[in-house]
């Protein structure tokens, strides 16, 4: 018999199916040790030697795999196909060493991208060592993690209470976020003019054509800077006649792009179904762990960790059979594609992401998984599928037209395109993240070279030039990709850390920096500028990746870059805070002293008039403060508003007056406390308050948001079976609906706002069929059925509970970690959680049914003991 270690319990639970009974398979749970969060775990002045700790949780399952290696003949270990997968089978082998259980025993190494029976028997008959140079990398990039986190935090923690870490790669991520905000508040809006004109043929069909050049000048895009000259032109064309001068259609071909990596996956997911990075990893890992799909368990799709865009061979040939099948022979090219990847040094796992098996179509096994699992599978079928496809035919038409009136003429344009046969497109077509119809894209009618076209109107519209979009998610990780920084297994995680430390916050799928967070990176790019660009950070991620291919030592890597950075923090050590607050009073001089709508100078004090205004250091972080405290006491929050004494004026304590309310005629407020930013109405300790939920930020709340928030909870009608009222509120776990004594939570705070009696009571009563609890007492129910614990058996849920949302198992109850979203958690992410529980003696497993009960002792009654004892 031999020990097969892998990741996950659901992963060894559908390889022990495939590999039989001569291989008992464990799970490591993820990794297993990990360098302990306090200092001297690496040390520079010992060779870079570093400590390694393993938690409860891991210590009991290391001491399961050492027991059953220790009477095995062979451990393989099959963890998955990337650095992160290499570095926990070393991790796993370092510590069987260290017990002395392996002997001369075999250890090899086998590794499979999808976890089918055919990949798994594969992989079992080739096996090989751990590759050394990939786990050195790792070394270097979890070593070179811990020395920037564990040497610049402390120094953030000195010089900018409030700050929380700064990180390698995390702090690169928020300076992108942050630069694109500054350069958003530099932008200056320019006026400028569009002219159309709408033709008709001599068949009385219509068709838009721009205006391109005027009086024999080519027009660029800002060149009608206002209403005078648009005004102008349009009057010049609509008396002008209007000729064809040519008309010109090209054929031009599509052609598609290759299977997913994780990065695009990210992006696609993000554009088409709102999906997270985490979230999308999350739906993504159980498709690629496996699934029941009709009594067979199977991964559908291949490892997603993945920088790779190229396909097996045998996956090729299977999706060129399917293709031939689902669309018919016109689709299918002559020969089949192949791409190359454009990272840099793409590693991690060769193989895009893909199907399993082409011939599971989505819609053969959507009945078998749940709505995102389905969404995402269909997404990466449909885009694995397109790749082998044959290219999109398109004729691109372009007619050239002149308008003539007198002595004045101007040229006008109209483009338009025809798909002749969709190819690729049938399967899948890419969806730009801004919506913008493209006029490329519109069809034109027949127009004949030389014909007289008739106007219909002429339209002249006013726009202003748009400052750059804000990063979402998905064009963050596009961005963090061309770049160079970051790679396939860190991209969710980062953007994870940057919310979990309220660096950013997400409104509308839209990265927004904090105050803090723009207050971290002004300080780092002050004082560590060269730790924060991007090319520093890109050069650094080659160096790891060429030491996984062999090229590099990974502690030569380590000692170049510690010498420089430990000068650089022991410089800093030695500034003043003075001198740290007048640097990013420069550095964020827009966010500290923003423009004041009466012209005044925004660095004098709009309440005592003679003192300076400056950034402060509080016990809460930075806020914007007058130089002759204490006989002043103005303050404002860091990015409020700026403007004197008007009526949204900061007052000393930071409120901002909103309005009042059209009822009471109270005055509505917006103000900061210790639990954050709240609105009020009126004052005194009868006045009505609420927190603002969850995406919304200070700066985004206006009266008609404030006066939703003080209404709530508000009624949403009455139950049509009990004739009580439903309410709908925002609570201490989130948005939800209240109907007697029942509560259901909704997914988004705009829910609550808008949802109707049909669909309330639809959601109540979902949460009654699971059962009732929570608030009114007994078992609360459960809000997301995690499946059978593959130990123990007995289900695993996740419910919410007085303190908190939870996972229970029988009688074991583990709190969920702070932010984590309750319907985010993944089965192994409970057992986790149990295990660790479990090892702190918390709680008891669901019983296992006994052949026989041991009966309880009877006892001898109070009479009948005195009596032995005297007896005795």
């Keep these: 018999m031999e020990v097969v270690v892998v990741e996950s319990p659901a992963k060894a639970k559908t390889i022990n199916k495939y590999l039989g009974r001569n291989y008992k398979v464990l799970a490591s749970f993820g990794h297993v040790r990990d360098l302990p969060a306090k200092d001297g775990s690496v040390r520079p002045d010992d060779d870079f030697s570093m400590s390694w700790a393993v938690d409860t949780a891991s210590s009991k399952r290391l001491a399961d795999i050492a027991k059953a290696v220790k009477d095995a003949d062979g451990l393989i270990l099959a963890t998955d196909p990337d650095r992160e997968g290499e570095a926990i089978s070393w991790h796993v082998l370092e510590v069987l060493k260290q017990k002395r259980v392996l002997k001369d025993k075999p250890v090899s190494r086998v590794v499979f991208n999808a976890i089918t029976k055919q990949s798994v028997l594969d992989a079992m008959a080739n096996p090989r060592e751990i ?188 999706a060129r059979d399917a293709i031939k099948k689902e669309f018919g022979p016109n689709y299918l090219p002559e020969k089949p ?63 050239e037209i002149e308008a003539v009136n007198g002595g004045r003429s101007a040229a006008l344009r109209a483009v338009g395109s025809v798909t002749r046969f969709d190819g690729f497109i049938a399967a899948y077509t890419d969806q730009r993240e801004d919506d913008s119809e493209d006029e490329e894209n519109r069809r034109l009618p027949e127009i004949r070279s030389g014909e007289t076209l008739a106007r219909e109107a002429i339209n002249a519209t006013q726009h202003t030039t748009e400052p750059p979009p804000r990063y979402s998610e998905a064009s963050l990780i596009k961005k963090l990709e061309e770049l160079g920084i970051g790679r396939p297994s860190t991209y969710a995680a980062t953007l994870k850390t940057l919310e979990d430390r309220e660096y950013v916050v997400i409104d509308k799928r839209r990265l927004l920096p904090e105050a803090k967070g723009r207050l971290v990176i002004a300080f780092l790019e002050s004082f560590f500028e060269k730790y924060v660009e991007y090319d520093f950070t890109a050069s650094l991620e080659e160096k790891l990746d060429e030491i996984s291919d062999g090229k590099l030592a990974w502690k ?123 609105v009020q109405r009126g004052d005194g300790k009868e006045a009505k308050r609420s927190s603002l939920p969850k995406g919304w930020t200070p700066a985004s709340i206006d009266h008609e948001k404030a006066l939703a928030l003080l209404a709530l909870p508000r009624d949403v009608g009455k139950h049509p079976e009990s004739a009580k009222m439903i309410s709908a509120g925002l609570g201490r776990y989130g948005p939800f ?127 009948k003991k005195a009596a032995a004892k005297k007896k005795g």
């Design 131 to 318: 590759d050394a140079p990939l786990v050195d990398a790792y070394l270097a990039r979890r070593a070179l993690d811990y020395l920037v986190g564990f040497t610049l935090s402390p120094v953030l923690w000195r010089k900018l209470p409030g700050a929380r870490s700064a990180g390698r790669v995390q702090s690169v991520a928020l300076r992108l976020v942050c630069d694109r905000e500054a350069e958003i508040e530099r932008f200056i809006r320019e006026e400028y003019w569009n002219i159309a004109a709408i033709l008709d043929t001599p068949r009385k069909d219509n068709f838009e054509a721009r205006l391109t050049a005027y009086e024999g000048k080519k027009l660029q895009k800002l060149d009608i800077k206002n209403k005078a000259q648009a005004d102008d032109i349009k009057a010049m064309l609509e008396g002008a006649s209007f000729r064809a001068l040519s008309v010109e259609a090209k054929p031009t071909k599509r052609n598609p792009g290759p299977p997913f990596t994780t990065s695009t996956l990210q992006q696609a997911a993000s554009s088409r179904m709102g999906f997270s990075a985490s979230r999308t990893m999350q739906v993504a890992q159980r498709l690629y762990e496996g699934l029941d799909i009709g009594g067979e368990t199977a991964g559908l799709i291949t490892y997603m960790r993945t920088d790779g865009v190229q396909m097996a061979p045998e996956a090729i040939s299977a």
């Design 337 to 399: 594609r192949y791409y190359t990847a454009k990272a840099k040094n793409a590693q991690e796992a060769h193989e895009a992401i893909r199907p399993t098996d082409f011939f599971r179509t989505p819609a053969s096994v959507r009945q078998y998984l749940d709505a995102d699992q389905a969404r995402l599978y269909e997404l990466v079928w449909k885009r694995a599928i397109a790749s082998q496809m044959n290219a999109a035919e398109i004729e691109r038409t372009t007619v």
């Design 556 to 678: 030569d890597v380590l000692r170049d870059f510690w010498k420089d950075f430990s000068a650089s923090v022991d410089d800093i050590k030695e500034l003043r805070v003075t001198d740290v607050l007048d640097a990013l009073n420069e550095e964020l001089a827009p966010l500290v002293f923003p423009t004041r709508e009466d012209g005044s100078d925004p660095r004098i004090c709009p309440k005592c008039g003679t003192g300076n205004l400056s950034l402060k250091l509080g016990k809460y972080g930075a806020f914007v403060g007058c130089s002759n405290y204490p006989e002043c006491g103005y303050t404002r929050q860091l990015g409020g508003d700026a403007n004197g004494n008007g009526e949204n004026a900061g007052a000393e304590d930071g409120t901002k007056v909103l309005g009042k309310d059209p009822y009471t005629s109270e005055e509505i407020t917006l103000r900061s406390g210790r639990f954050g930013p709240y």
């Design 737 to 863: 609906v209240l109907h007697d004594g029942t509560y259901a939570n909704l997914e988004s705070i705009e829910d609550v706002f808008s949802i109707g009696l049909n669909r309330a009571v639809s959601v109540i009563a979902e949460k009654q069929a699971k059962g009732r609890g929570g608030r009114n007492g007994g078992t609360p129910a459960a809000l997301k059925d995690l499946g059978e614990h593959p130990d123990g058996g007995g289900k695993i849920t996740v419910r919410d509970g007085k303190y908190g949302p939870y996972v229970n198992w029988g009688k074991v109850n583990a709190t969920l970690p702070k932010g984590k979203e309750p319907q985010s958690v993944s089965l192994d992410e409970a057992i986790a959680l149990i295990a660790e529980r479990e090892a702190k003696g918390g709680g008891k497993k669901p019983a296992r049914k006994a052949s026989a009960a041991k009966k309880p002792a009877a006892k001898k009654p109070a009479a």
